[in-house]
């Protein structure tokens, strides 16, 4: 791992730790096996980590200048290529102070500007971030060398680390326009004599369409710190505008919804929960649909309920034990409100995602405060293709 991966790394540890902390001081209790498990595990890792970051400087601490320039020179003549690497906070920075962006910043930005227009969606920032991971371009006239960029996918997260994946939802990326997802109804197969005609057994195949639609939210960021241009830097700068947009994403399709993106908890018929009978009851629901893979995603008020929650009065054993209802995953997030909580085939929530991510350097809003604002513009839509495979309740 190189040294952003690695900060990134620990610093998502350390959330997971800090968020076990908060559960137990919340709930007035010591932390149970299992978080105990987690924590321990991932503070070795923290350890470890660190001493790779150390090891890693040590390493190009001992690299001579002779060293450096011998390995790029033979580098570059095997491949006639230079590696370079895209800066988001050195673009911000000069942006910010009117000064002009280098060749390559400018064909990297353009490429992200032609991905959004071929997505049939607008932008009008100064910054477009393209979602591909790697790039090429040619600059200078008289060279043609070739420059290849390595850039972290700015919403890479939202595949990898968001509750939504982990659900199983599915998400789709590099949209153009409206998209018509088809919707597969069950097959109506028939028995029938050995020479008779067979019936139509075709299934009915609805569809749902995806429009894009305008998620926005704003980071405000000192001067001081942009003017770091440092790896730990760009790595916060990054996590910052993914976890705003990462966050509205989440609270939006765990909510109420938006124009033209469903939210699990739209509907207003919510079973009230009270004991386990009444879970298994909302599972068969479920299950009466013909699903694939069922889980559950609630809120953490509903997980300490259903923690605390005995099955029976004929036996201590609780509904939520190790992360898991019966054998169910459960997913528990703070974007689910209140004490809700919903179960089903999530693979039916169509997440679409269209060009990348639009990046408007504000100076001077926040200028007498002594921050810039980055106004964040990317184009989502959620449709749920099958509703009855989903099953929402409330727990008292």
């Known amino acids: 791992m190189n040294s952003i991966e690695i900060i990134d790394r620990k610093n998502s540890l350390r959330e997971t730790m800090q968020n076990i902390i908060n559960v137990c001081k919340a709930e007035v209790r010591e932390m149970n096996d299992e978080e105990k498990e987690i924590f321990e595990s991932s503070k070795v890792e923290v350890r470890k980590?660190?001493?790779?970051?150390?090891?890693?400087?040590?390493?190009?601490?001992?690299?001579?200048?002779?060293?450096?320039?011998?390995?790029?020179?033979?580098?570059?003549?095997?491949?006639n290529k230079t590696k370079m690497e895209f800066r988001l906070l050195s673009a911000i920075n000069k942006i910010a102070n009117n000064k002009n962006l280098d060749e390559f910043e400018t064909q990297y930005i353009a490429q992200g500007a032609n991905e959004m227009r071929n997505a049939g969606v607008t932008y009008g920032g100064q910054i477009q971030l393209p979602?591909?991971?790697?790039?090429?371009?040619?600059?200078?006239?008289?060279?043609?060398?070739?420059?290849?960029?390595?850039?972290?996918?700015?919403?890479?997260?939202?595949?990898?680390k968001n509750v939504l994946s982990d659900?199983?939802?599915?998400?789709?990326?590099?949209?153009?326009?409206?998209?018509?997802?088809?919707?597969?109804?069950?097959?109506?197969?028939?028995w029938a004599g050995e020479t008779a005609s067979a019936s139509n057994g075709a299934s009915a195949i609805s569809e749902v369409e995806l429009s894009p639609v305008r998620l926005t939210t704003y980071v405000d960021v000192s001067k001081e710190f942009i003017a770091l241009d440092t790896a730990d830097a760009e790595s916060l700068i990054r996590k910052d505008i993914v976890n705003s947009i990462q966050t509205k994403l989440e609270q939006t399709i765990l909510g109420s919804g938006y124009t033209g993106v469903d939210g699990i908890f739209a509907s207003a018929a919510t079973a009230n929960t009270t004991d386990f009978s009444g879970l298994t009851s909302l599972e068969a629901d479920v299950e009466d649909a013909n699903v694939g893979k069922i889980s559950y995603v609630m809120s953490n008020k509903a997980k300490a309920v259903f923690r605390n929650m005995a099955k029976s009065a004929k036996t201590t054993e609780l509904v939520l034990q190790g992360g898991e209802i019966d054998g169910t995953p459960v997913y528990a997030t703070s974007?689910?409100?209140?004490?809700?909580?919903?179960?089903?085939?999530?693979?039916?929530?169509?997440?679409?995602?269209?060009?990348?991510?639009?990046?408007?350097?504000?100076?001077?809003?926040?200028?007498?405060?002594?921050?810039?604002?980055?106004v964040v513009n990317a184009y989502f839509a959620c449709k749920i293709a099958r509703p009855n495979a989903i099953k929402v309740g409330k727990v008292a």
Do not use: H
């Open 49 to 79: 980590l660190n001493q790779d970051l150390i090891d890693l400087k040590k390493t190009l601490e001992n690299y001579s200048i002779e060293d450096i320039e011998e390995r790029k020179i033979n580098k570059e003549i095997k491949t």
């Open 167 to 190: 659900m199983g939802c599915r998400i789709i990326t590099g949209l153009k326009s409206n998209v018509k997802v088809p919707v597969m109804g069950a097959i109506n197969a028939q």
């Open 131 to 160: 979602t591909e991971l790697r790039a090429d371009y040619t600059v200078g006239d008289t060279s043609g060398s070739t420059v290849a960029t390595e850039v972290p996918f700015i919403l890479e997260p939202l595949r990898g």
């Open 335 to 374: 974007n689910v409100l209140a004490k809700n909580f919903a179960v089903g085939d999530f693979s039916n929530v169509i997440i679409g995602q269209w060009g990348g991510t639009d990046i408007t350097v504000d100076p001077y809003s926040q200028a007498t405060n002594g921050k810039i604002r980055l």
